[in-house]
């Protein structure tokens, strides 16, 4: 499956983004996907995931501000982040994973910088 993220862009701290992840082909549905995030010097790490029957798991520092979500009908998912601050900075990257297969699929990511 091919995945490309769009929605990122400089925003002021306290701003908020709404990334999306579209999907090609016909796993989606079934895939498992996930934001990750890799800031300069730094490790990429989870920011969350959601299930195909829609449940969502988040990194602990990111819960309540981060939203993770998904259209099948769309092969879309999405990433609402509110109250963003600086250290949020990072490029965002989408990842599919399919239990069907075990295939791992990322987007090429999006940058989002959030200045003070």
């Known amino acids: 499956v091919q995945l490309v993220e769009s929605g990122g862009g400089q925003v002021q701290a306290g701003g908020s983004l709404r990334l999306s992840c579209a999907a090609s082909?016909?796993?989606?549905?079934?895939?498992?996907m996930g934001w990750y995030r890799q800031a300069p010097g730094k490790q990429r790490e989870l920011v969350a995931t959601i299930t195909r029957a829609g449940s969502t798991n988040y990194a602990d520092s990111l819960k309540g501000r981060f939203t993770i979500s998904r259209d099948n009908a769309k092969n879309t998912a999405y990433l609402q982040m509110n109250s963003l601050k600086p250290e949020d900075t990072a490029v965002y990257y989408c990842?599919?994973?399919?239990?069907?297969?075990?295939?791992?699929?990322w987007g090429q990511g999006t940058q989002v910088t959030v200045s003070s």
């Open positions: 082909g016909s796993i989606f549905s079934r895939s498992t």
């Open positions: 990842r599919a994973f399919d239990g069907i297969t075990a295939t791992i699929s």
